[in-house]
């Protein structure tokens, strides 16, 4: 019996310092936000709706949910999210915000049917993860009806509830001024990238591409946690991600292609990303997008990707299989 209530006690612990951790993650990432204007913003939802963000300031207050089917804490919270929704009235929008990243729109489909979720549900380009500092999912944006940013955060709790009783009380006779998010340059096969730097888990700040002439340079975006939290919700992806980084290990011994690899900041901190460089004994440089620039400079939503770079800085090859966005000259290796 004593045993059985120490190990209640573990896991209660544990999950605390989980939730704690993904609140924490949120707060840091959107306290920059809190107090500014909203960005005013078009989207549409899975279902063809056109939403435009920025006229529903000064009318309503507006709450975004950003989640993703294989998210467990998503899942957990959504009976609330469906309650809030239903409670919202006239005077607050509540949208959901599919994260894009390792998900589709036939899985939010699929769960939306099986859950029997009735919101509005956009699916992100990362356009709006960008512009509301998505670090965690889930993660709770509020609005108030002034257009300003009030809340944001990660665990459905009196916390959340407060930001969005506040948020309907907001003055609305004054509006705060707001700009919709600054286009950024995407990259595709063909196109030629800019010189840039990437900082790695080393405290170094090497070239993306052109270190040595002639030599193209693999950029292997990764997330530090595919692997291991996937396993059972999301096996094939699971795999999918360890057969990347075994075969990126194998081929990066060839001094044909230079490796890079680039992990999603997404539930992933410098530290995480060293552990999961430690415990599997990653050779190639490894640099954290933590505010995912790079990935949505590539419209990588998916792990793994692999894009190749000649030494001049052109999109040679885009895949998520390693083997086949290897150049055509490089050897086969398999991996024992």
């Known amino acids: 019996m004593r045993y059985l209530l120490l190990l209640c006690l573990m896991l209660s612990c544990a999950l605390a310092q989980a939730s704690e951790s993904g609140q924490s993650r949120a707060e840091s990432a959107g306290h920059s936000l809190i107090g500014q204007p909203a960005p005013r913003m078009v989207v549409k939802t899975i279902d063809g709706q056109t939403i435009d963000l920025g006229a529903l300031y000064g009318k309503k207050a507006v709450y975004l949910k950003f989640w993703?089917?294989?998210?467990?804490?998503?899942?957990?919270?959504?009976?609330?999210?469906?309650?809030?929704?239903?409670?919202?009235?006239?005077?607050?929008?509540?949208?959901?915000i599919d994260v894009g990243f390792d998900d589709s729109v036939d899985e939010v489909r699929k769960y939306r049917q099986a859950v029997g979720l009735s919101m509005p549900i956009v699916f992100d380009d990362g356009t709006l993860d960008e512009a509301f500092h998505l670090r965690v999912t889930p993660q709770h944006v509020v609005i108030g009806r002034d257009g300003r940013i009030l809340y944001v955060g990660h665990e459905a709790n009196d916390k959340l509830d407060a930001a969005l009783a506040q948020a309907r009380r907001s003055s609305s006779t004054q509006v705060a001024a707001a700009t919709a998010p600054k286009d950024e340059p995407h990259y595709d096969i063909g196109d030629s990238v800019p010189a840039f730097n990437v900082h790695t888990l080393d405290g170094k700040s090497l070239p993306a591409f052109g270190a040595t002439p002639g030599q193209p340079t693999v950029l292997l975006f990764l997330s530090p946690w595919c692997e291991s939290y996937l396993a059972k919700s999301r096996p094939a992806l699971a795999q999918s991600c360890r057969t990347a980084r075994e075969r990126a290990d194998v081929l990066a011994?060839?001094?044909?292609?230079?490796?890079?690899?680039?992990?999603?900041?997404?539930?992933?901190?410098?530290?995480?990303?060293?552990?999961?460089?430690?415990?599997?004994?990653?050779?190639?440089?490894?640099?954290?997008?933590?505010?995912?620039?790079?990935f949505r400079r590539f419209r990588v939503m998916h792990v793994p990707t692999v894009i190749v770079l000649d030494a001049q800085g052109k999109v040679l090859r885009r895949s998520e299989d390693v083997d086949a966005a290897m150049p055509a000259q490089q050897p086969a290796v398999s991996v024992r």
Do not use: K, N
């Not at 809030?84 to 929008?93: I, K, L, N, Q």
């Not at 230079?258 to 995480?272: M, V």
């Open 68 to 96: 993703a089917t294989w998210c467990v804490p998503c899942r957990e919270q959504m009976p609330h999210f469906e309650r809030t929704y239903e409670d919202a009235g006239p005077d607050m929008a509540v949208i959901a």
């Open 253 to 294: 011994r060839d001094s044909h292609a230079r490796w890079l690899g680039i992990a999603s900041g997404l539930w992933a901190s410098r530290d995480e990303l060293a552990d999961y460089q430690r415990e599997h004994h990653v050779a190639m440089p490894l640099a954290l997008d933590d505010s995912g620039a790079l």
